[in-house]
């Protein structure tokens, strides 16, 4: 089991705090752009575009734990069941459980990220699955840190932090 330590909650909480305090900027009309701008990663759900992923993209990894702010935490029985794909290209892959998911997500700043709607197979999951619990989180991620090897995601209002730790194709 890898425990937190306090330098990494706060480094976490500080991360939080920074990715949901930022405005959103006004909404402006629509423009025609040939090319988006550097160092800024556009995702749309019809074809995501390929830009700057702040070292995400093109990792594998697979969950250990999930850290809720009321002291509980969900560890997988079997973490090769619970993996997050990143590609360079903005689109994500999930193993949840015995369901398949992908999706979109954005890094537009340091330690910055969103996941765009999530799309999933239906099965049904056997019991003690974490299927809904691991699911969840993706809509409320905020922001990441990487730590001894580790990826750290926090959601809103530091609901949760979820671990994952490389998968051993990297």
Same mark, same amino acid.
């Given at each position: 089991?890898?425990?937190?330590?306090?330098?990494?909650?706060?480094?976490?909480?500080?991360? !939080? &705090?920074?990715?949901?305090?930022?405005?959103?900027?006004?909404?402006?009309?629509?423009?025609? &752009?040939? #090319?988006?701008?550097?160092?800024?990663?556009?995702?749309? #759900?019809?074809?995501? &575009? #390929?830009?700057?992923?702040?070292?995400?993209?093109?990792? !594998?990894?697979?969950?250990?734990?999930?850290?809720?702010?009321?002291?509980? *935490?969900?560890?997988?029985?079997?973490?090769?069941?619970?993996?997050?794909?990143?590609?360079?290209?903005? *689109?994500?892959?999930?193993?949840?459980?015995?369901?398949?998911?992908?999706?979109?997500? *954005? @890094?537009?700043?340091?330690? !910055?990220?969103?996941?765009?709607?999530?799309?999933? *197979?239906?099965?049904?999951?056997?019991?003690?699955?974490?299927?809904?619990?691991?699911?969840?989180?993706?809509?409320?991620?905020? @922001?990441? &840190?990487?730590?001894?090897?580790?990826?750290?995601?926090?959601?809103?209002?530091?609901? !949760?932090?979820? #671990?994952?730790?490389?998968?051993?194709?990297?």
């Amino acid at each position: 089991m890898y425990n937190l330590n306090r330098a990494t909650w706060l480094a976490l909480l500080a991360a !939080s &705090v920074v990715a949901c305090s930022k405005e959103a900027p006004p909404p402006q009309a629509a423009t025609v &752009v040939a #090319e988006p701008p550097a160092k800024t990663q556009v995702i749309s #759900e019809a074809a995501p &575009v #390929e830009s700057g992923d702040n070292g995400l993209g093109g990792t !594998s990894w697979r969950l250990v734990q999930i850290i809720s702010m009321d002291d509980s *935490t969900d560890v997988p029985a079997d973490p090769s069941l619970y993996t997050l794909d990143f590609s360079a290209d903005g *689109t994500v892959k999930m193993q949840v459980d015995c369901n398949r998911g992908s999706g979109s997500w *954005t @890094s537009e700043g340091d330690n !910055s990220l969103k996941f765009g709607p999530v799309a999933t *197979t239906r099965a049904m999951c056997p019991p003690g699955s974490l299927h809904d619990a691991y699911l969840a989180q993706f809509e409320w991620v905020r @922001s990441y &840190v990487m730590r001894d090897g580790h990826l750290f995601l926090a959601t809103m209002a530091d609901g !949760s932090i979820i #671990e994952f730790e490389p998968t051993g194709g990297d």
